[in-house]
């Protein structure tokens, strides 16, 4: 199984960068995943890692770092709208698909 | 298109009655999770499913859960009899094999029991 460990919360400016660390362990690793998740509502997808280096995506990136067991995910120019829970997960080999979820980072963002 | 589809939103309910949570996944997609969220365990798989074949229940926490999908588009999880500790939201997700590796969330279901 695997042991997923990020940030319980993180605050920020509007306008700022946050970058949110999810560090794992896992018998064999087969993708990495960040989701967000806004107060009330569904998780939805953010970005899938599964090679080592950075992934870009408008404001958002994320970083894998297999020998390290690690992960960040960075989002630049912060808005207000992006004050919510971000949830990274793992899948490992052999595992037809299922992911594990870290407890999730909040995010808050103040003026 | 219509997303993952989940009944009810919410539902309240005593404790030792029997709850049953609905689940339409996204036309085409062959897989269906099952998940619970809490403020203290997070977001936790119970089970999946892989073509209506249950892959993988070792998350369902007792023999009170059940699970099926007698079809494609259509799976159920049901709690019997529920407690007050099975209170969590209930997410059902769904995708499709070689596509894009992402989960397609259900808005979910607020289950209380009292």
């Known amino acids: 199984g695997q042991n997923i460990d990020q940030p319980t919360e993180m605050t920020a400016t509007e306008g700022a960068i946050v970058q949110i660390n999810c560090t794992y362990q896992t018998s064999g690793f087969n993708g990495l995943f960040w989701y967000q998740q806004h107060a009330g509502e569904a998780p939805t997808f953010l970005s899938y890692?599964?090679?080592?280096g950075l992934e870009e995506k408008g404001r958002f990136s994320s970083f894998l770092s297999r020998s390290k067991g690690y992960s960040y995910l960075l989002l630049k120019e912060l808005q207000m709208k992006d004050s919510a829970s971000y949830l990274c997960a793992v899948r490992e080999m052999g595992s037809w698909g299922k992911l594990q979820f870290g407890a999730g980072t909040q995010v808050v963002v103040t003026p | 298109d219509a997303g993952v589809i989940q009944s009810p939103r919410h539902e309240v309910t005593e404790m030792g009655q029997e709850v049953t949570l609905r689940c339409k996944p996204i036309s085409g997609h062959d897989y269906l999770f099952w998940y619970r969220q809490t403020m203290m365990r997070g977001l936790e798989l119970l089970i999946y499913?892989?073509?209506?074949?249950?892959?993988?229940d070792s998350g369902m926490p007792e023999d009170r859960f059940s699970a099926k999908m007698p079809n494609a588009s259509f799976s159920t999880l049901k709690i019997q009899p529920s407690e007050p500790r099975d209170s969590a939201v209930y997410f059902c997700?769904?995708?499709?094999?070689?596509?894009?590796?992402?989960?397609?969330f259900g808005s979910g279901t607020q289950l209380s029991v009292l």
């Open positions: 499913f892989n073509n209506n074949v249950p892959i993988d």
């Open positions: 997700a769904s995708r499709k094999t070689g596509q894009a590796e992402k989960l397609f």
């Open positions: 890692n599964v090679l080592d």
